[in-house]
Nanobody, 118 residues
Framework: QVQLVESGGGSVQAGGSLRLSCAAS????????MAWFRQAPGKEREGVAT????RYADSVKGRFTISEDNAKNTLYLQMNSLKPEDTAMYYC???????????????WGQGTQVTVSS
C-alpha cells in the first residue's frame, strides 16, 4: 500500500527557511517519479519541483532545492528566502509515470501547511 506522509511545515517570517520531508512507504522511492506541489486557497495546485529531471517552477528557482534519500525512502524540499506568496499547502506526489510538474500523479500525501508572514 503506497503511502506518502509530509512533515516540516509551519509558520515563518519572510526570508526564513523550512525543510519539508515526505516519507514514502509501500514502494521504493528510487523506482518512482516524485515531485512537490503546492496549493494556495482559491488557486489551482501548482507544481513546485520534480526530482527526476531536477526541474523547478520559475517562481521558486534559486530558492528551493529538491532532494531525496533513497536509504530513508524520503523526499525533501529545502525552502530558503521564503516569501509571503509561498504560503500554501504543500504536497508530495509519486507515480511510475513522469508527469513532470503536471498534477497528474497517482499517489498524493495529505499535505503540510506553510505560512510565510511579511
Amino acid at each position: 500500500q503506497v503511502q506518502l506522509v509530509e512533515s516540516g511545515g509551519g509558520s515563518v517570517q519572510a526570508g526564513g527557511s523550512l525543510r519539508l520531508s515526505c516519507a514514502a512507504s509501500g514502494f521504493p522511492t528510487y523506482a518512482y517519479y516524485m515531485a512537490w506541489f503546492r496549493q494556495a486557497p482559491g488557486k489551482e495546485r501548482e507544481g513546485v519541483a520534480t526530482i527526476a529531471s531536477t526541474r523547478y517552477a520559475d517562481s521558486v528557482k534559486g530558492r528551493f532545492t529538491i532532494s531525496e534519500d533513497n536509504a530513508k525512502n524520503t523526499l525533501y524540499l529545502q525552502m530558503n528566502s521564503l516569501k509571503p506568496e509561498d504560503t500554501a499547502m504543500y504536497y508530495c506526489a509519486a507515480d511510475r509515470i513522469d508527469w513532470g510538474l503536471l498534477a497528474r500523479y497517482k499517489y498524493w500525501g495529505q499535505g503540510t501547511q506553510v505560512t510565510v508572514s511579511s
